[in-house]
């Protein structure tokens, strides 16, 4: 559905060159939520402006949906970006509009009849919960409907792609959730392909079926969720599961390992114990219910055959450090 190769974005400032994209690719497939993670300053939204062209890179190729968009015109450009919605980080709400006003925006831009805007409107927003509150303008409205005002906008021209810029960072932890439970029930309702940027692993670990860590400008790790969770060397893997500081007992010797997938529920710990004859004491960690699964981070602390347990859980699909 979206297809970048050797994306390269550089600007201009205080008289010297800054790259915010070096190189990046990027697959991401039919009805997919990916996820870009990434501190302040990594290239994230700059990236994400690129999918859509709002910036024109300067190097390498972005294709959505079967179409090259940096060999468009701005008129067959103009006419792509309306099969990419676009979610804000601050809602960008027209403040003299009701929610239903805003919703309608993008229909009249469009062009579309008055009666099959109004009935697009009401859909739209019975779909993101705020059918009782057309008639409520962004003032009088929630940092959580606001942006359930700004889902409902972007969804109004029927697009294939949701881009989503950070669209959860002003709400509170609770609202944050509610909006994400949003999003992933849009992807499975509707089968929309969702690209987002976040600083936050909550984000992730919620809804993503795929991710990739951006630093610099450039991806250091990406893929499905689950198989980064599985790497002991993954960013990512660390940043859901930090590893633990938790003291160990004189005579143990700690393994640090990564379950996700089948590995996740199997019962390894005692038939670690019981196969090597060892005992097997859990420090902390624990396993956490993902988007794509069940995956976690499990501390352990065995009684000698450190090697031999370390080999024994990677035969059945877990990640042990080194």
Do not use: W
Not at 78 to 104: D, K, P
């Amino acid at each position: 559905m979206i297809r970048i190769e050797g994306l390269r974005k550089t600007y201009r400032a205080r008289r010297r060159e800054v790259v915010a994209v070096d190189g990046v690719d990027l697959r991401v497939r039919p009805g997919e939520i990916f996820g870009v993670l990434g501190r302040s300053g990594a290239g994230k939204s700059t990236l994400l402006r690129c999918v859509n062209l709002l910036e024109r890179p300067d190097a390498g190729t972005v294709e959505v949906d079967g179409v090259e968009l940096t060999g468009l015109g701005e008129r067959r450009l103009r006419e792509q970006r309306r099969r990419l919605g676009m979610v804000h980080q601050h809602f960008a709400l027209l403040a003299s509009r009701t929610a239903a006003g805003n919703v309608a925006y993008a229909l009249e831009v469009a062009g579309v009849p008055r009666a099959e805007r109004a009935r697009r409107v009401a859909e739209l927003l019975e779909l993101v919960g705020l059918a009782d509150r057309a008639g409520a303008y962004p003032a009088q409205l929630s940092g959580g409907q606001k942006q359930r005002v700004g889902i409902a906008r972007a969804l109004a021209a029927d697009p294939k792609v949701l881009l989503s810029d950070e669209a959860t960072s002003a709400l509170d932890p609770e609202t944050t959730r509610s909006v994400l439970d949003l999003l992933l029930d849009l992807n499975r309702r509707l089968g929309l392909t969702i690209l987002l940027i976040t600083h936050e692993m909550e984000v992730v670990k919620r809804i993503c079926h795929s991710a990739a860590v951006m630093r610099d400008g450039r991806f250091v790790e990406s893929g499905p969720v689950t198989e980064l969770l599985a790497r002991p060397e993954s960013e990512l893997a660390r940043g859901l599961f930090p590893p633990s500081q938790a003291p160990v007992r004189d005579g143990e010797e700690v393994l640090d390992v990564l379950v996700s997938g089948e590995a996740a529920d199997a019962p390894l710990l005692s038939a670690l114990a019981r196969e090597l004859g060892i005992d097997v004491r859990l420090i902390d960690g624990g396993v956490e219910t993902l988007a794509t699964g069940r995956a976690g981070r499990l501390r352990l602390a065995v009684s000698g055959k450190r090697a031999e347990a370390a080999d024994f859980l990677r035969a059945r699909g877990a990640g042990v450090a080194a």
